[in-house]
């Protein structure tokens, strides 16, 4: 009797400790926050460093699996959706230039603007094609070459909105435009940011 009551007393502990140590599991595994929530945090906080952080967060957390917790992604896909920004407005201008209503001189700003983004659109595709070989002993070359197309694009783009800031159109047609050009921009100067920081970790 008094073996198959220490027997009894023995399963009972050994039962507890099991209990009790996948309590403790749970508890661990509900408190760690889930990966995409790190994720995001880490997008959100490094957006504080950019000119537009809403706009930054707004465009990147969906890319948040792709990215994680890296700065070097995360400049990566800023660049990325500059480059898709920027090549759906040329689209869209394009379109527009060759639409039928508008004055020449609305025409010409467009087609100007179109070669702006163009310029562009190439400076942040050589800025991703050496982003992808951004390891090594010459990281600070390969840094500096993005900095400066980054920096080339922005201003191209800078320039495209100038010309649409007086009058040389009017109506819902200035402001689209105007308004998906400054978006470029403004992701472009983001992107810019994240490459700085990136730069800076590396100094």
């Known amino acids: 009797m ?7 007393c023995h399963f009972q502990i050994v039962y507890c400790l099991i209990l009790i140590a996948l309590i403790t599991c749970s508890f661990i595994e509900s408190a760690r926050p889930a990966a995409g929530e790190t994720n995001t945090e880490f997008i959100r906080t490094s957006c504080k460093s950019t000119t ?26 800023s660049l990325t959706v500059s480059l898709e920004t920027a090549q759906s407005t040329s689209a869209m201008m394009l379109k527009l230039a060759y639409s039928q209503g508008m004055a020449p ?12 983004l163009s310029d ?21 070359l390969k840094m500096n070459d993005i900095q400066t197309w980054v920096s080339a694009a922005l201003t191209d783009e800078d ?45």
């Open 159 to 203: 320039t495209c909105t100038e010309g649409f800031a007086g009058k040389v159109m009017n109506g819902k047609v200035k402001t689209v435009v105007r308004e998906k050009i400054l978006e470029v921009a403004h992701m472009t100067s983001n992107a810019l940011a994240l490459i700085n920081s990136l730069a800076a970790l590396h100094g």
């Open 52 to 77: 537009y952080p809403n706009l930054c967060f707004s465009s990147l957390s969906s890319r948040s699996n792709a990215i994680g917790v890296s700065p070097q992604l995360l400049a990566h896909e």
């Open 105 to 116: 001189r609305e025409v010409g700003a467009m087609r100007d603007c179109v070669e702006e």
């Open 120 to 140: 562009a659109v190439s400076g942040i595709k050589k800025s991703l094609g050496e982003m992808k070989e951004l390891r090594g002993k010459d990281f600070d």
């Open 2 to 8: 008094e073996g198959f009551c220490n027997n009894r």
